[in-house]
């Protein structure tokens, strides 16, 4: 009688890797049709954050949503935030954020710090679709949010 043979076990982890590079990816394609005409376009819009300084979301929603007025508040994970939010053509920047002070689990307070980090480090924004990039002063992606509705 033969033995059971499984096929190559990395086969699996091969797939996995190969999807989350994929993933990592993810943002606006070269070539993508941007709007940054209306600023006023993010007015009651709400938005979650895929990507944050180059590295997936995940163990918590990352929330962003655009009051009339330039008010700006939602969740970084754990704890809300509220500020305002400068918008002129393509140029976005946000004022120092007030954020509630509760305890979070390490991992959620890692996308926490790191998604505020990026608001901070906001100088650009560029939207297609359900897709907004929000850009450095170099012009690098420090975030990625899905959403608009």
Do not use: H, Y
Request: glycine share 12%; charged share 15%; net charge negative.
């Amino acid at each position: 009688m033969r033995g059971f043979r499984l096929g190559n076990p990395m086969g699996p982890i091969t797939i996995i890797l190969a999807l989350a590079v994929l993933n990592g990816c993810a943002g606006l394609q070269p070539g993508t049709q941007l709007d940054t005409s209306a600023p006023g376009q993010l007015d009651g819009s709400t938005w979650e954050a895929t990507r944050i300084l180059g590295r997936p979301a995940g163990v918590a929603q990352s929330v962003l949503e655009f009051r009339e007025g330039g008010t700006v508040d939602g969740t970084a994970g754990c704890n809300n935030f509220q500020g305002t939010a400068t918008i002129d053509a393509n140029a976005m920047t946000f004022s120092p954020l007030a954020a509630t002070k509760r305890m979070c689990q390490p991992a959620v307070n890692g996308q926490e710090t790191a998604f505020l980090e990026a608001l901070e480090l906001t100088r650009r924004w560029q939207i297609a679709g359900n897709i907004l990039e929000l850009l450095d002063s170099d012009d690098n992606v420090v975030m990625v949010l899905i959403g608009g509705n």
